[in-house]
């Protein structure tokens, strides 16, 4: 069964990666992956690990698959339909997916095992801890799609997209990839736009800082929904050294 205590999952937002901001060492501990089905991983068994204190060396994610194929991560999965479609459709590409809450990581759990070569990995979990424990250069592209706006003034400081974690995504990126961004919320897309500016290690692959359409975006149900309300903001993002900048 997928974990369901709401304590369990608020307490865990945000936590692993704060809390271990300084936990990735060489000589830390190894943590435990023990996916279900060859497939996903609940909280509790995570949160057994991560006693304060605590330090981890770096995922290897050749082990996690068992090959070296080009590896991607979803951030917020949502109901799973967009990295179910990006993996069922390229057996040749690694996807990790990440979501806290239950009621629609079941929904992505079920969708996953249709379309699965063996290349979806799902953990009901917060994502900043591990992006911290990959290794440096090892991920082809990351994926946050309508990331939570946290819209009362009170919670902005919730929100996932600051500059300290687009810099942290880009120390893990490839040379050659992209982190993908949407959001349908004007004020967080304003704060993604100056958060953006403000990264020194990274520049718009777009036309501009942002745009409204990208051609080869796979229209989710949650895309279509958002966009039919009002105006859609993609930001893709990569490293400045690609093209030797300062």
């Known amino acids: 069964m997928i974990d369901n205590n709401e304590e369990l999952i608020y307490r865990s937002y945000r ?14 501990r190894e943590l435990r992956f023990e996916f279900e089905d060859g497939l996903y991983m609940l909280a509790n068994p995570l949160w057994a690990q991560l006693e304060p204190g605590a330090s981890f060396q770096p995922i290897n ?8 194929n080009p590896l991607f991560v979803e951030i917020g999965i949502g ?24 009621k629609i990581f079941h929904k992505a759990v079920a969708r996953c095992h249709k379309v699965s070569h063996g290349n ?18 090892s991920v082809s592209g990351f994926y946050v799609n309508f990331p939570d706006p946290w819209p009362k003034s009170k919670h902005t400081k919730r929100r996932l997209l600051k500059t300290w974690f687009m810099e942290l995504m880009s120390q893990k990126l490839r040379d050659d990839g992209l982190i993908t961004v949407a959001t ?18 990274l520049e718009s692959a777009l036309a501009a800082p942002f745009v409204n359409e990208i051609g080869d975006y796979y229209q989710t149900k949650y895309y279509r929904k958002f966009a039919a309300q009002g105006t859609v903001y993609f930001y893709q993002m990569r490293k400045k050294s690609l093209r030797g900048s300062a």
Request: net charge negative; charged share 25%; no cysteine.
């Open 15 to 28: 936590q692993g990666g704060k809390r271990y901001e300084h936990a990735v060492k060489a000589d830390g």
């Open 61 to 68: 994610p050749e082990a996690i698959f068992g090959n070296a």
């Open 79 to 102: 109901n799973g339909e967009f990295i179910a479609h990006h993996a069922g459709n390229e057996p040749q590409q690694n996807w990790v997916g990440f979501e806290v809450f239950h």
């Open 120 to 137: 979806i990995r799902l953990m009901q979990f917060d994502a900043e801890l591990f992006v911290r424990l990959l290794p440096d250069k």
């Open 184 to 201: 349908d919320h004007d004020d967080y897309a304003r704060e993604i736009t100056e958060n953006f500016a403000a990264a020194q290690s």
